[in-house]
C-alpha cells in the first residue's frame, strides 16, 4: 500500500506563488512517475505535470513557463512550484504516483484558491 499526502495549498492572490509537496510512503518500487493534477469545480480532472524517477518532465501548456515539477528521490516527495497564479489555477491540486510494479495512487487533494 502508497499514501500520499499532499501540503501547501491555501488562498494567494493573482500573481502570486505556491509551493506545493506530496510526500510517498509505503512500498514504493522503481522506476515511478509522479506527478500533480487538478480538478476545478464542475471540470474534469486534468494534468499539469509530472515527473519521471530520472527526471524527465511534461507539463500542460497552462503551466509551461508558470510550474516547475521536482522530484527528491531519497524523500520520495515531489513538489510543484506554481508562480504568477490566476483564478483559472483554482483547483483541487491531486498528487499521482504510477508504477509498473507499485500501481497507481492518488493523494486526497489539496484546495489552491486563487483570489484578491
Known amino acids: 500500500q502508497v499514501r500520499l499526502v499532499e501540503s501547501g495549498g491555501g488562498l494567494v492572490q493573482p500573481g502570486g506563488s505556491l509551493r506545493l509537496s506530496c510526500a510517498a510512503s509505503?512500498?514504493?518500487?522503481?522506476?515511478?512517475?509522479m506527478g500533480w493534477y487538478r480538478q476545478a469545480p464542475e471540470k474534469q480532472r486534468e494534468l499539469v505535470a509530472t515527473?519521471?524517477?530520472?527526471?524527465?518532465?511534461n507539463y500542460a501548456v497552462s503551466a509551461k513557463g508558470r510550474f516547475t515539477i521536482s522530484r527528491d528521490n531519497a524523500k520520495k516527495t515531489v513538489y510543484l512550484q506554481m508562480n504568477s497564479l490566476n483564478a483559472e489555477d483554482t483547483a483541487v491540486y491531486y498528487c499521482?504516483?504510477?508504477?509498473?510494479?507499485?500501481?497507481?495512487?492518488w493523494g486526497q487533494g489539496t484546495q489552491v484558491t486563487v483570489s484578491s
Open positions: 515527473i519521471s524517477t530520472n527526471g524527465d518532465t
Open positions: 499521482n504516483l504510477v508504477g509498473i510494479i507499485t500501481g497507481n495512487y
Open positions: 509505503g512500498r514504493i518500487f522503481r522506476p515511478t512517475v
